[in-house]
Structures are given as C-alpha cells and as structure tokens.
C-alpha cells in the first residue's frame, strides 16, 4: 500500500580494478534501491585513498543533480545509502554514507537495520571523550570500528571485534582507503548480497535488483555473520561469526519492502508474493467473483490468489502515477478524500461483483477503510478483505517503523469481525502465522516475527521507548 | 509502453455557483489529467470578471507550487490545460490557457487537438493586421472567436460562427467573464464530457476520470459539434453543428490515450483494453505458458488475453516508479541499458517458458527490441509480440505526434515476419483494423483510423510536412 | 536613496555583421541597466530571421541562468529589455521584449517610456478584432506598426507612420529579420543612444554605460523624433519628426535614474549631480561641520556640496551590500528598525557635529525620517536635509511611478518648515525648480519638470487614475 | 578591492533570558558579518537545552530561506557563523556552528581564527580513538573542550584548560544547554565584543556592527585571554589567560576586513582608514589633481589622502552593484574586460588630470593592473598608485589567506620601481611599516604584521605547507 510501514535503509557498494565513472552505477543502483528509503540518499566515492561525498535530503534524483554527481568525480570503488529518515530530517549528520577520518585514514560507512545496544555504546565511548555529530546507531558502528582499529591490524579485523560489541539487525558496507567490507549480522535480519559488475568488479547491494539495473551479475547472499572483504586481492570471508545464531530473516522483506523482481536467500520476492495469495487462497476460500489487490504491492498477493481459487483476477483501481512529494494537499474545509486522488477504482471491474480485496498488510486502518469505501460506491456488492500479512501487534526493534501499539488496529479489537466492521468490510481475514513462515524455502533460514508474534529472536531493549525519534507515518 | 506515441492535450473547465478555491479543483483535476500533456500546465481562474492565470513549462506538481498555486485566489469559474508541448518549449504564448483581451472583455481557451486550416486562417488573420504571439492553431480559434465576437450577440454565438470557419480536431472550453463554453469538432475526434461538482456547479473534461478525482458526478459526453453553454442560467446547448458529420473518435483514445477508469462515449477505457486483448487472442492463438504486458498500458490487454486464452497471466517486470524527468542518463561509453534501469524482467515469471508479450502499439520498435533482449536474457524460450493496436503507417492530423513515416517500423518492412525478425521476436502480429473497431460499440459511434488505414475522415492538408514544429519521441 | 521612485525600463540592442554570441553583450549591457528595472528581463536573439527570446520575472543574474542564456543560441543581432513591472507581475506576457509575429514576418519589439494615448490606440485596434496578451502599452505600439506594415514598403517606413499616431514617451528599439530600428519620441523624454561595438557592429542603448559595459564606443544621441535604421546597408536615420517639439528631457534622469558613469546629451550624470550639490550650496549657505550622502545616489550631490561650500565631505553611512530581496523581513513583533539594518551611521563621522544630510529626492519622507533619527542617536547635534530634486507634487505621465499626491509628503505641508518639523530635521530645503534646469546645459536642451511643477510639455489624460495598474513603493 | 585576501570567519552569540525568536537575531546579525565570510552561513538555537541548527553553503540571504529559518524555531539562546569555506565546499562538515553530542550533552561551537597546532591535536585525539568529521581546527577545539570536560566541574572551566592546549587565532564562543561562552586568544588576533540586546540579553559579536543592526548596545571588548561566560547568573570573566602574551591585533583587521562603521578596541574602522590614507598622504607627498580609491574598501583611504593633502578628492569609478557570484563569466575566446563589467570609470572624474588612485592592499596586482589601463584609457595624464599597507611578502598562519609567496607581487619585483611598472602606474608606493602600527592608538595595544615583516608574535609551524586544503581567490 502506499501509505505502509518503512524499512529504514537501502545500502549499495562497487569496487573495481580500474578507476571510472563509478559515482554513476551507484546513481542507477540507488535508484533501484529507492523503494528502502526515500527521505535522503548519498553516495561516497574513494578515488586513490581519497573519499569524496556528497548527500543530503529527498529522493536519489531529487538530491543529486547533474552538477552535485559530478562533484563525485571518479574513483574505483564507491558506496551508497537511501534512507527513510525517522528523525524529523533536521540533522544533516544522520545522512548517511558516514565519512569519517580517523588515526589509520578515511572510513566511509553505510548501514541498514537497527542496534539494540546502541544507547550502552554511545554512553562507553562519551565517556572516553567521543563527540557525536548525529543520532544514528551508525556513528556508534564507526566509534566501535575506529576503536578496535587502533590495536587491530586491518579494518576488517577491527570489524571482527565490532561485531562482537554490537547487537541487533546490521547490514552495512565500510568502506576504508583500499578495501570495500560488508558485513551481515549473525541473525541475518537484513538482506545483503554479492555480485559482480560488468567490468569485473564486486558488488554489495541489499537487493539484487540494483546489481540488474547496472547490468551487473548476483552471485550469492552474504551469510549472517560473515565478514566479506574485497579488495584488489580478490574477495576473502571471515566467517568467525557466522552459525552462530539461527538466521532469523525479517519476513516483511517478502511481503513488503523488498523489490519484486529481487531474490533473497534464494527466493523470488514477487513469487514469494504470489505464494502469500495462494497460502491466503487456502486457508480463505470466498464464495467471489474477481480478486483485486491494492497497489502497488497487493497486485502480487491477488494474482496468487486468483491462481489458486479460479477466481477472476482484476485490475480494480487506477493509481494516478504523477502525485509524489510536492502534490498540494486540499485544505481541511474543502472536505476532499485524498485516497480517491490517488486511487480511482475502475466501475467496471467491481460494479455488481463480490469482490476479495487484498493489501499486503494493514497498520492503522485508515486508508483501507476509505478503499472499501470507494469499491462499495463503485458498486461491488461485497468486499471481503484480506491481508497478506499476519496482522501487527508488537513493535519492531531491527530497522522498521512499526507504528505503536496503540494505533495499531489490530490492538484495538480482539477478533477481525469487529476489524471488518471497523472498515466496512463484509469480511476480514490475515494471513495465518504459520502461512508467512511457508512465504520462501531454504534449509538453516527462519523468519524474525517479532511484529506479528511478539518472539524476538534476540534479547530487545526493555522499558524503552523504541521509536522515540520516529516521526510515524500511517495508513 | 513509456515511451509511446503522445497525446497533445488534455482540458478541464469548472463552473460554480459562489466563489470559491476553484484553482485546488483544477489542480487536482489536471492531476488526474496528467497523462495527457505532461510538458507544460496552466489554470485560469475567473473571479468577479477579471481572469488571473499562471501557466508554465513542466509537470503540474513542478509548476504549481504552493506560492503560484495561492497566487491565483479564489474564483466562480476556472479552466486548465495540461499540454504535450511540440514545440520546443522556448515560447511560454503556447502555452495554455491562452488569455487575451478583446474588445467585449477577457477570454481564456483551452483547447485539445490540432486544426487542419490554422495556416489560412493565420493567413487570414494576419492580413487584417493580426499579431500572433505563439505558434499554436489555439491563437487561430481564438482570433476567429474574437472577429466574430465583433458583431455577435454572445460568446456562444461567436463560437457557432467559428466552428464554421475552423476545421480539424478540436474539444474546447472558452471563459468569459460570465459564461464557460465547452465545443467539440463535428467529427468528435477528442472526447470532451459534462459533469456536476460536489458543490453543484458544473464541470467540462476531457476525461471523466478527472471529474471523479474532484468527487464530482460524470453526466454524459458532450455530442460531436456541439456547443454547451454554462451560465448563471444554468446550461443550455446549441445543436446546430450536431449530426453534420459521421462521429469519428480517435481509436487510439481507447488504446493508449485515455486512461483506464475513464468512460469515453458509454465505454470504459479498461473494458476497451481487455476487449482488445480478448480479440487479439482470437485473432491470434499461441500456443504459449504466460501471457505478459509491457508496463503500463500493456498490461490490460495481456489480461484481456488471458481471459480469452487460458493462458497465464504474469506480471513479467517491474517499472522503476522513481525514474522521472530528472533522471541523468548515462554517457555514450558507460555503453548502459537505459531500457533496463526502468524496467527489470521478473526472471521467476519468464524462465524457461513461452512468453506472448503485448504492447498497446509499436513506432519505431527500438524500445521493443530491448524488451525481448531482456526477456530472453531472463530465461524466456520463446517470445511471441502483439501490437494491441494496428500498425502505424500513416501520418496523424488529429492531435497526436505520430512519427514520420520513415521512422516507423511497420513502414520499413513488408511484411510481420520481417518486423519479427528485425525485433528477435518469435512471432509478431497486430490488432487487425477490423478489431480495432470492435473496442466500443455504440449507436452511431464510428472510429477514426487515418494513422493505420490512411483513410481520414476529413480532407488534410496535402503536401504539407506535417509536424514540423514537433519534437519527436520515439520508442 | 534605496527606496526612491522607479524608472520603468532600460533598453539595448546589438547588430552585428556576424554571427556570434551576441546573447552574452546583451547579458552583459543589461547588468549594466539593472537599476533602470529589476522586475523582469528579457533577451530576444535574431538568428538569420529567425527570432528565439528568454524573458522573465527577476533580475538579469536571476532569471538568466547559464543554461537559459545558452538557449538563446548565436545570432547576428539582439535586443534586451529590463523592467520595473509596475503590474503585480502575473502577466508574463508584460515582460519584454514583445515578440510578436504577423503578415510580414517577426517583430522584437523594446520600449522604454509611457504613452498618453494608449487606452486609445488599444481601443481602436480591439475594434478591428484584435486580441491583446498584457496590459502594457507596448502592445498598442506593436499593433500600430504591424498595422502600418501592411501597407508601407519597410519597418522603417511602418514606424514613420507609427509616430504620427503614438503620443508620449517612448525610447524603443524594434528588430525585424533583417534591421534594427531605434526611435524616440520627438520630446525626447527618455535617453537613448548609438553606439559603435568593438567587432564593427552598432549599439542602441538607454544609457552610455551599456556601451562602455561591452567595451563599444559611444557614438551620440539619438535626436527626439529620430528614427534609426541599422541593416547590413550600415546606418540611416529617418529624420521627419525631429524638431517637431522641444526637446524636454526628463530632468530625473540626471538627479537619480541614470548612472553615474553614463553621458546623456553631452553631459555626464555624476558631473550632474556634483552640480546639483553646487547649487544646492550655492542656495542653501549653512554653517556646518560635515556634509553627508545618503547612499549610494545622495553621494555625488553631497560631493558638489562640499566642493562648494568647503564644508568637509564625509561618508556618514555603511550600507549593507548584502541585503536584496531575499532578506526576510522581521515580523511586526519584533519591532525592529529595517532601515538601520541596511544602513548604518558611522558615528566617528557625525558625533557631536553639525551635519549637511543630501538625499537626492523625498517622496513619502518614511524613511528620511528613520534616517534622520540613526543621525541624532549617533550624536549630530544638528540635521540639516537637503534634497537635490525640487519637491514632488505632480504625477508623472511618461514612464515613471510618481507616487499618488496624497502620498507625497510635499503634497501634505504648505512650508518647507512643516516637512522638517515633520522629519525631525533642524531645516529642510529642496533645489529650487531653477536650479533643476542647470543640471546640465546644451543647446537646445530643455527639461520636463511636470512632476515638480505641473506643467507638462504635452497633453496629459484628464481625469485619468494615471497609474491605476502600479504597486507603489515608498520611501 | 573587490578580489582581496579573505578573513576567514565571522562569529556572534545572543544570551536572553526568555525565549523567543532569537533565529532572526542571528540572520540580521549574520547579514551584518557577511563581509567577514562568504561561503557558508550557519545558526544553532538553544531551546530549554535542546540545540536545532541549520547550516549550508552561500550567502546567509541564499541559504537562509524563510522555511529554513523557521525550521529553527524559538530559544533563549543562539549562536552563528559565516565562514569564507577555504576547502573546495565538499565537505559539508566544516560549515559552523559545529553542533555535537557529548558525554555532558550538547555543545554548538563557532570559531574566527587558527590555530597552530591544530595537527598535534588532532593526531592526539586520533590515537585516543576520535573520528573527525571534517577537516577543521574548530572540531579539535570541541574535541579539547569535551575531553576536559569528562573531568572539569563545568564547561567554562573545560575551555579554561582547553586554552592551555591549543595555540593560535581564536575568537571563539561555545554554547552548551545552558550558558554561552565566549572566549579570546591571550594575543587577541581576531576582534571579539560584548554587548547588550535590546531586551536585556547579552551578545558577543565579532564586530559591533552586528550589535548595532539588530539594535543592540555595544559594552567593550573581550580582553585578549579573557573567558567571557554567560548565564542566567549574569555575565562572568575567568581572566586565568589575560595579560599572559602581548596583545597583538591583526592590523588588517583595520584596513581591510572589518567594517567600517564597527568599533574594534575602541578605534573606529573607519576612522582608522581615514588614518592610513593621511599617513600615506605624509610619507607620499604627489603633485596631482584629484585622489580617488579602488571601491569600496579604497574609498577612506582615498578621502583621508585628500583631508592631509587638500588635493580633491573624486568619485572615479561606479561599481556594477547587481554583479555577484550567479554573473555568468564571458568566455575565453569573448576577450571580454571583466573588470570593466564590474568598475566603470567616470571619465569626467579624470579626463586629463593627474590622478592619485589608492587601494587598501595589492596581492597579485592583476586586478590593479586593469584598473590603472582603464584609468589611461578614460584620459588621466599620470596614475600614481598606493597601497593604504604595506606589501605582503609573507603567509598568514592565524585565519586569513595571504597568498603563497611565488604569486605575490611584491615578492616578485624588489623595488616599487618595477612594480609601479609592470602594473603601468607612474609610481607606487605602500604604506610603510611603521605607518600601518599607527593606524590605532590603544593602551597596550600592539600588532600582528607578520605578513609583512615575517615577524610572527608566536610560533609558528615550520616547514609545513600552510594553506594546504585553500583554494586561492586572487586580484
């Protein structure tokens, strides 16, 4: 849906043999990875030890312009981030790539996901004297690197240590004068894989879709827990980390946040779509004549479940493409629905129908109660409505903005007929807990349910107000 | 397909009863509108009889900022434009609404199509000592309303003299300080529709979609020649120009143009779209595991298919939302694939099958090209291409931007084996003519094919280049 | 003074006997008459008969951005205009140049000056069905020579036939596809001269400034009611109306509008204004410690004054040269004095001193007040005012924003003692009406003194709200 | 002169006792520093201990929009910078206030000056695991402050040690949560004052200017060593570092960079221009007819010449005021004069006269060149140059950048002979030595001439590559 719950960060590296234009791959990659995070974007570029960046505020192509890309100049090696800024956007120093100088030289840093020990390491190091510029997690990572680096031998040993300190969902790229690492949290909360570019080079991209859109090559996920270091050497592991916690995958990165056209660890995301509609479609069988999803991301839940009930697929709405950031919203006395702007349904489709309508999730309600509210004014003469996610009902601790609880619809009601009748629905349904664990198949991968279950698969902060510089953003 | 044929306008024109935010109405509307003109948009809002506009190169979101959106105050009456510029875009005067001044007061004109004879009457106009400030045949019309305006009764009957003095394709909306007229040519080869706003006042559009997006409430399409006459008085119409002229709509509204949750002349653009998929099924049986459409305007012909087929339906990619204007394209040694950056092929869909691909229509076939390298690259074994409109091999007189004959693909080759061939298609066909006329049935309701068959309902200028002041955009 | 009365437009145009990028000269020549209109600006390019042309809201260095001035293309010839948009700036189409085209081809058309009979001419024209875009008076002037041009064998001649039916002021510059033409009305209000380029071209421009600005050679002055017509055939000039009237100069353009490098009539305006301080020392003998400016047009008076008078000349204010139109204004809340904001005094200079302060006009008297006070707080133990104009009381007719008489504070008190008083002044003089005609001397030169005295040298519209479309501002 | 040596910073602070709009305090005062700093502008308020910032590169009027300045909203406290960026702008790190978290909370920090030891510091602190986000000495002052804060009972009493660690140019003010704190180096290179607001508060400035324009009083200035802290308890001095070195001010703080309606030691700027021009007038007796200055900043010099000599003082140029960093450059193969486009002669000022020019410093002298050919051009007989100080032949290690010595003038030629000659004058002369020491008379009150005498009043850095990270402005 358009109004959904955010992943935090999308992180993106290349590192070639040969000095190019590589500040472009990471435009075009950053582009791919738009859909993690659109509240700022940056990208670092190390030419011959030298780190040059440039990042700030707004979608990839709204930031870099011609003239601020160029500034990037060329490098062989380069790293980038897109973020769903959380904290109100007035901090410039949460922007990341975090470029820093330290005793042994520049480090630039890139992180998806979210620490759980954040507080504790910010405390140990100001009181050795740290200054901090920004709020983010990150800066505790770098304090930590920085840190160990001093006694360490290389960055990645330094990084060894680092991940021994630091707990929580991580999936970053440091980027050091002669080596680009990425390493991945012993939980795997968080994707990251490996490709190679082209021309030859390696890759480290959250998804790889952005490794497609530079014609690049995927090669294969990193594990939780590994230390991949590439340098002019070659690629080498560390893999000190690895197996040594159940690798325990946000499984809204199938449902949601993920690309479709992606595979991680292995599984299609828009496939491991389809199959939520058909789980959906077996434990929800509905007496109806068309299913239609919710765009963008309930059309592949719909598609599945027309698949696997016989049930007519439809095209029920038309999402006004143009309407972004800068769209002028009416003021509160021309009483205007901002849904119907957005999305009109098509008459044709619904009127006189029994219709399945499917979202890939549901957190306060709002936007799919005016939904409903159009398809019954189309002329559908039922609307059953169906989620392809468990329903939320406990925060997230690992890099997502779960809304709290006490605007989650699902805590406001104990069954989802009194859920249906909120949102006018004739009927209500999620998908099953043990339904979003048959999303994808791989040997030794579990999901983090942590949202749905309220099971963390590692300790959370207790007693603390999780989101507390999140501004939240509902539907 | 993104990069398809173009549309030159879109119009919209609101009357109320009391003043009020009109300019949010039209801003909206042009919103929903967008998919006609996308290179420049304005709005003129008519309050107490004086006429205040703003207009300007770019999106409606990117021109109309809070600051000029609020610069244009409140108003009773107000009409938009949103525009295809074919011109270049270095003269501001054509853009629209055109607003002058003239011996009876204020007029603004919106105007969606192109005339046949703006030459002789610019010819014509200039001769009396007539200043042109733009280049487009919208200023004809309006020196033609003007001249006759002279010595007319009214606004309305100025115009009834017009539209015998201009020829080609036009659906207008004129304001005056007290009326708004909507007119449409007599063959109505651009759809134009009444409708009533929430508040009940009226509304003219070129689409209904842009009425339903206001909350407003289609009515009926304003008839071929017809000219509606919006007032304090209500509204009133004058026939004279009605039913001289067979109704000859412009089929690639139903195909491309308009957009899906439109209804043009009882028809809704989606059905029209499925319609043409099910008659290219029957025209076309392939023996096929899915079915796929080119995002966007593929993708309900493919489902149209399906249905007819039995095939799969399959969502074969996923389009980059974010890949706007501002998107900076890779130099010429970078050697990228742009094609590929907007539209990754979702390899689980395509791997090791037999694809049928469908477009709504093929120009030059460069963009199709790289699409079946892609889908083949992912996996597919065959693919088989439908056109679901005819082929292109005429020039357009009409108000689109049909490319020059010796760009066009279907032009090039004799025979759909060769252009297969030419494209890496396994197979290739397109809606034959006859089909194309089966997308909306209706009581008098005829199509205008010129750009397929060469047979215009009209007399076009002969030995005139036609676009000549026209950018072109090709696929 | 910075907040004094405006002059309406500066004009220049350039031909050349080659192609080459004249776009830049004019950029640079309209840098050089920014303080002749900061509203708008506008560059219209002659390339081999056709005409391409930029204008817009802003001052030259803000609408012309590298990448529209490269738009502009080479030509051979250019014309260029600034403005000090006197409309509320909605109407872009007021901004010039006018290009226009009509029977006989382009016209670029730049004008500087006020008709007196253009509600008229407008009037006529409308008669015969034409159509106006703004609301200036320009249009009139282009309606007329197109008009002409369908009957007189050249521009030229066109123009010759023009001046018969025009009334006013007026220093323009039209440019058809092969000649520019300058002409001035035969009372010559405006300046306007002829130029030499450092390529062999010729120059027209408001100002000798300009010229010097491109490195050209000033050449002379355009006669009042000479027509100039600069083709490949060299230069003529049309000379049926001059002499026709007496030539009366605006004598404002010495005292403020002018800059102080220029030459108009074979003298130079600094020159000027040291004079005006002469005779203002020669009329007003005060016993004094220092004599001061009011930056920056009060300095040269306060220059001659000195030299006159002996009376040490001292630079009493700091004025801030960063503060433009992008500074926020403090909220009325704040209650901050933003005229001390811009101008500071140097307290060194005035404390405890007897002070000569010379502003070069008063209008609404606001901000000589607040001048005054910053003059006592810092220490002057004596404030005497003098203004090196005479006393506004009178509207203007020809091309500058004269505040309304009720605004005016000449207009309010009968006694030059009742303005100090109301100042906070020790005494107040203005230059007498005399002095004024000795700014500058040349055989047969004379002076429009109508907005001091009344008396205009031709017809004015009776009854008339003069400047009913101008925003006024005040000092 | 327009292209001069660059001071490097401009530093205010406002302290009230209640909250309110103190943003806008700091935008004025800022636009009152912006002569002491170009490139970046940043403000930092405290609200109830909460510290918002906003910084970024240009002007304080370019990047202070009204959105951004009220993104800082209300507090009782603020501090600001304008900074002359001498690192190629990338590195959005070093734009001030420098705003970090540490273990006691928060502190904003703003710096006017340099240090000589930033390098040992900050490999200090690296060794100690600090990361640096940028490439300033400010943020090893922060860190200095911050360390000796883990120990210090307060954060006057941190900086009170910090001052024992660092050595340099300093004017500085720090604002933690709850006082401001502005603090002086024991030489007193650069100015630092104290004054009151309006509404009781207390400032600390750079310059009095700045107090001045947001209507403030000016109390005295910040004693070289002095530690000046600001709270609720009222104003309190730790005068630990006072009287510990010789106050040695930066003379061109005097004739260059400060303003000159601002008082620095009790000496007004002006005034002390006026000085120099006198002094050159004693040590330079010319025979000519008028005097003139290089604007603005030759201007006093040029007035004080003609007060000691009785030779005329003229206006000889007008400066193009609207020409600033958007005026688009010609191009090479233009061969335009742009120094022309910026300074026109006013011929008649000297046309056949013998002129004395002065301007406040000559660095490279390709600047002065131009000026002097204009001069000849316009008609002077004879030019005889001055410089109002001494020749630079030496770097500057304490905020300002002098050129390097292979691009000075004076270090290419050994006598004023062969300068006066490759610069065209007829003869040249600066002021002496000893003359610069009597621009200002003070108690105790010394100067810093390094840059011309190579005599430094501390140590300085030796066989280092002084301004490594500066990019060079000539003239």
Chains 1, 2, 3, 4 share one sequence.
Do not use: W
Request: aromatic share 8%.
């Amino acid at each position: 849906m358009f109004d959904s719950i955010h992943e935090e960060c999308g992180v993106f590296g290349i590192f070639e043999t040969k000095k190019r234009n590589v500040a472009h791959d990471l435009y075009i990659a950053l582009y791919a990875l738009q859909h993690r995070g659109q509240e700022s974007a940056g990208i670092a570029v190390c030419d011959d030890g030298v780190i040059n960046y440039q990042k700030g505020a707004g979608l990839v192509g709204d930031f870099f312009t011609k003239d601020i890309l160029a500034r990037l100049g060329e490098g062989n090696m380069a790293v980038g981030h897109v973020r769903y800024s959380t904290t109100g956007g007035n901090n410039i120093n949460n922007i990341q790539p975090l470029v820093v100088r330290h005793m042994k030289g520049n480090l630039a840093l890139v992180h998806n996901g979210n620490l759980t020990n954040a507080d504790e390491l910010r405390r140990k190091y100001e009181l050795n004297g740290a200054i901090f510029h920004g709020t983010s997690d990150t800066e505790s990572i770098a304090y930590s690197i920085v840190d160990n680096r001093l006694t360490a031998p290389s960055i990645e040993a330094a990084i060894e240590t680092t991940m021994t300190e630091i707990a929580g969902a991580y999936s970053c790229i440091a980027m050091s004068p002669t080596k680009m690492v990425g390493f991945r949290d012993p939980n795997g909360f968080r994707p990251l894989c490996l490709g190679r570019s082209k021309d030859g080079g390696y890759i480290l991209s959250s998804e790889s879709c952005a490794i497609d859109a530079i014609e690049g090559t995927f090669v294969r996920d990193i594990l939780p827990g590994e230390i991949v270091v590439i340098s002019d050497a070659g690629v080498e592991s560390i893999m000190t980390h690895v197996g040594k916690r159940k690798h325990t995958l946000c499984v809204f990165e199938y449902i949601y946040f993920a690309r479709g056209d992606s595979y991680i660890e292995g599984v299609n995301v828009h496939q491991a779509r389809i199959t939520a509609g058909k789980i959906l479609a077996k434990e929800n069988k509905i007496d109806a004549d068309v299913v239609i999803g919710v765009p963008d991301s309930g059309l592949d839940a719909a598609l599945g479940y027309s698949m696997a009930s016989g049930i007519q697929y439809g095209m029920g709405f038309v999402k006004n493409k143009y309407i972004g950031r800068s769209f002028i919203k009416p003021s509160q006395e021309e009483r205007r629905n901002t849904v119907k702007i957005k999305l009109n349904v098509v008459k044709e489709v619904v009127k006189g129908k029994r219709v399945i309508l499917i979202d890939d999730s549901i957190v306060r309600g709002t936007t799919s109660k005016e939904i409903i509210k159009l398809l019954r004014e189309a002329g559908a003469t039922e609307v059953h409505f169906l989620s392809s996610a468990p329903a939320f009902k406990h925060p997230c601790y690992f890099g997502t903005d779960v809304d709290s609880e006490e605007n989650l619809i699902a805590c406001k009601y104990s069954t989802n007929e009194e859920i249906a009748k909120a949102l006018g629905a004739d009927s209500l349904s999620y998908l099953s807990l043990e339904g979003s664990h048959e999303l994808a198949k791989k040997e030794g991968l579990y999901f983090c349910d942590g949202c749905f279950s309220g099971n963390y698969p590692i300790d959370v902060p207790k007693g603390i107000e999780k989101n507390k510089f999140e501004q939240k953003i509902t539907k």
